[in-house]
């Protein structure tokens, strides 16, 4: 529901409490009576209440009619007030249990009707927020922001000087010695009216002004001493619900118009329900607010933008005109500065103010000059500024300025690394002009430090980098004289391990966790192989080798590689010498370290290995897995472990698998002749599947229905392809095999024109091959195409001869 039906509404449910007192003359009740009922408004339920306001409703009486009888039957003013209220919270509470939609216009302030809105998808492409990575025009953004609409707070107490006017609201109340309230519109002539009480004209006085107006008039109108002190009567006057105006923007404002705000509306708010300033054309500086053909503010938006300044955000009134200029100067500042952007420029001020509009300098610009190009007449020049003329240098429009970053390059700047305590860069500062300077400097060399040579790169003048090499230790030592550094230097101090390969041990053999280690000075054998995890179980620790690569060069070609050296430890890690090599006699067993490269060697128990098994399942007694007993152990001595075959155990079709491939075996005497080629060794993970007896037999492949039939003795190969159809026009009838049960195949044999076919058993698979697909063979469709030209062909030439 709008606004307005809902403040009509209540005026009408206002006006009709009085009805209420005159039913009591309407239905013959005495004045007596009515005194008396009006003198217990309160003691009236909220269901004789609602009913005398229906009775009311339905009389047909004007407003100013009930006023006038209500008075003439000697109702106060208080009874008339309490009535009110009631009626008031009754309907209220009815409205909210029905689920109506208006507000409750005592509780607050809304807004009126028709306010305009603005609608983002509506502006020009210039004022909406650009994606793009071009330079913005700074406080462009402040009105592109739908959450920074500028919107009155509602909840504010009355501003100072509110000038009231028509379609206000102002409420009073009156308590003490009398209460009483009242919600006054004024009206388009300007004026409020509080009943029984001439209009009193309000329209162009402010809140305060109408207040004191409206009291006195109050005052001479039946409310004795009200507001005066020691009367005990008070009157509070305030402005429940405000009305609208309308502002006019013109000039470069991204859409130009007349806008219909709240009379609490400010320039902000009316600046951006336009779009704000134009981009692209308009001053963000020079915001003109018109008041009856006079300037009365001018608005610069960088003072709230900068430092959130508002004097200049003041309250409109109805008919005035905000215009905004044309920009006169703007300039681009880019860059090492904190807001890049194209700012506005008033007369007077220098380019320290731009810099400062746009945050000043980043942390890496290169303040000693700016670089600007500036238009002339005819064409673009360059002007260098430098950093003492940024305060007084006063830009022109279009101006581009720049500032740049400052160099990766440092200006005192050492460099140390390597072998010393503390590498790093350093200050090449008093204290730190020399080499041996800059290693105290650093805390001095490390113990790994390698001081026969040390090297610094050294930039020459022409940007080229050069390489001093000298000797450390003799510098250190002061027997060379100190080396001065310059700008940009890097020594290296080299380590001893640079210089090396990286020096490893390596254990391989019976231990928990063979590994090749970092090499550690002093480590013996037991210590690597206590770092290896241990012996395994099956380790042999009285065959411990070492295997060690021969360091000295000799005269002539030796016949050995390597120095080998043997030992005998227990499972107490504690060693003694089996064998040494000759070269190394002389070395312990409790002595011995291990060297860099070192390879050992634990040797596994000959005796010592994993159980293996094989895994025997089908027509057996008692099928499962089998742990292979010894070296020699055969498949017929597993069946015999499992019990024997059962009764209906098919020897022939028996498969022997290895490594998950079948073994083509036939088993089927493997247990009357157990020296036969086909009883195998067993191997570790070998599977042994002895199924019962097949009634079927498989075709497949070439055959016009392929399909499993039943075994019938006395049927040969090409009885079981007849029962499955036949072979197909693309069958390779001559290549036609088999597949046995337990895995094995055979094929058709061709000798002339004779063909053998294999013996068929049961759970056989006959197997037809296709014949490969020929590619070059052409189709029905283009064989006829060919013999129809050639036909055409030859009718042409025989009708040329005859």
Not at 320 to 336: H, S
């Amino acid at each position: 529901m709008r606004t307005k039906d809902k403040l009509s509404r209540y005026s009408h449910f206002s006006c009709l409490f009085c009805l209420v007192f005159i039913l009591f003359s309407l239905t013959g009740v005495s004045p007596a009576i009515a005194q008396q009922a009006g003198s217990r408004v309160d003691q009236l339920s909220d269901e004789q209440v609602e009913e005398f306001y229906r009775r009311a409703q339905a009389s047909g009486l004007s407003e100013a009619q009930i006023e006038q009888a209500a008075m003439s039957q000697g109702y106060t003013l208080t009874d008339i007030a309490k009535m009110r209220r009631r009626i008031t919270e009754i309907r209220s509470q009815t409205n909210r249990n029905r689920g109506q939609s208006y507000a409750d216009t005592s509780l607050g302030r809304t807004l009126p009707n028709g306010l305009s809105r603005r609608v983002i998808d509506s502006l020009p492409y210039t004022a909406r927020t650009d994606t793009s990575r071009k330079i913005k025009v700074f406080g462009a953004s402040l009105f592109e922001n739908a959450n920074l609409s500028f919107e009155p707070n509602l909840r504010i107490a009355t501003p100072r000087n509110y000038i009231v006017g028509p379609d206000d609201e102002i409420s009073i109340d009156i308590s003490g010695a009398s209460s009483d309230s009242f919600r006054l519109k004024i009206t388009p002539d300007g004026t409020v009216k509080v009943p029984n009480i001439p209009p009193i004209f309000v329209s162009g006085l402010t809140i305060e002004q109408a207040e004191q107006r409206i009291i006195d008039r109050l005052r001479k109108g039946g409310y004795q001493g009200l507001g005066s002190p020691g009367s005990g009567t008070y009157a509070n006057v305030s402005l429940s619900n405000i009305r609208s105006i309308r502002v006019t923007l013109v000039g470069e404002v991204v859409r130009p118009g007349t806008y219909t705000i709240s009379s609490l509306g400010s320039a902000f708010n009316a600046l951006y329900l336009a779009g704000g300033p134009n981009p692209e054309t308009g001053s963000f500086r020079k915001i003109s607010i018109i008041r009856g053909n006079r300037v009365v503010r001018t608005i610069d938006l960088y003072d709230f933008i900068l430092r959130a300044d508002q004097r200049d955000n003041i309250r409109l009134l109805d008919q005035d005109v905000i215009r905004v200029a044309d920009y006169e100067t703007r300039v681009e500042l880019t860059g090492e500065v904190r807001r890049p952007a194209i700012f506005e420029v008033l007369p007077g001020e220098t380019l320290k103010n731009v810099l400062s509009f746009a945050g000043g300098f980043g942390d890496e610009a290169y303040r000693a000059s700016i670089t600007l190009r500036r238009n002339t007449a005819r064409e673009r020049r360059i002007v260098t500024i430098t950093e003492e003329q940024i305060a007084s240098f006063v830009p022109q429009r279009g101006d581009k300025y720049f500032v740049g970053k400052i160099l990766e390059r440092y200006e005192n700047r050492v460099q140390i690394a390597g072998a010393v305590m503390r590498p790093g860069d350093y200050a090449l500062e008093p204290g730190l002009e020399t080499v041996k300077q800059l290693v105290n400097r650093a805390e001095g060399l490390r113990k790994d430090a390698f001081t026969n040579r040390a090297t610094i790169i050294r930039e020459r003048a022409d940007m080229d980098r050069e390489n001093l090499s000298f000797d450390l230790g003799k510098l250190m030592r002061g027997e060379v004289a100190d080396i001065p550094l310059l700008r940009q230097d890097s020594l290296t101090v080299l380590s001893i391990q640079d210089l090396r390969e990286t020096y490893y041990v390596t254990i391989e053999g019976a231990v928990n966790r063979p590994d090749t280690v970092e090499f550690v000075n002093n480590m013996s054998v037991a210590d690597l192989i206590a770092r290896a995890g241990g012996f395994q179980e099956g380790a042999k620790p009285n065959l411990v080798e070492v295997a060690r690569r021969i360091r000295q060069d000799s005269a002539g070609i030796r016949t050995t590689t390597l120095e080998m050296y043997r030992f005998a430890l227990d499972r107490n890690l504690q060693m003694s010498p089996l064998e040494t090599n000759p070269a190394s006699a002389s070395d312990s067993a409790a002595g011995f370290r291990l060297q860099p490269f070192d390879i050992v060697y634990v040797r596994s128990s000959p005796n010592y290995e994993a159980q293996r098994q094989v895994f025997v399942f089908g027509e057996v007694l008692h099928p499962g897995n089998y742990a292979i007993f010894n070296r020699q152990e055969r498949i017929a001595d597993v069946i015999t472990r499992a019990g024997g075959l059962k009764p209906g155990a098919y020897m022939a079709g028996a498969r022997y698998s290895r490594q998950g491939q079948v073994v083509g075996s036939d088993l089927r005497h493997i247990l009357d002749d157990p020296g036969a080629e086909e009883n195998l060794l067993l191997n570790d993970g070998d599977t042994l599947f002895i199924p019962r007896q097949s009634e079927v037999v498989a075709v497949e492949g070439a055959v016009l229905n392929p399909s499993v039939v039943s075994f019938k003795l006395g049927y040969d190969f090409d009885d079981y392809v007849s029962e499955a159809g036949g072979f197909t026009d693309n069958a390779r009838q001559r290549k036609a095999y088999i597949i046995y049960p337990n895995g094995r195949k055979d094929r058709t044999r061709t000798f002339l024109f004779f063909k053998s076919r294999p013996r068929v058993e049961p759970g056989s698979t006959i197997v037809a091959p296709f014949k490969p697909m020929d590619t070059n063979r052409l189709s029905g469709v283009e064989r006829a195409s060919i013999l129809s030209i050639v036909g055409t062909l030859v009718i042409t030439v025989l009708s040329r001869f005859f």
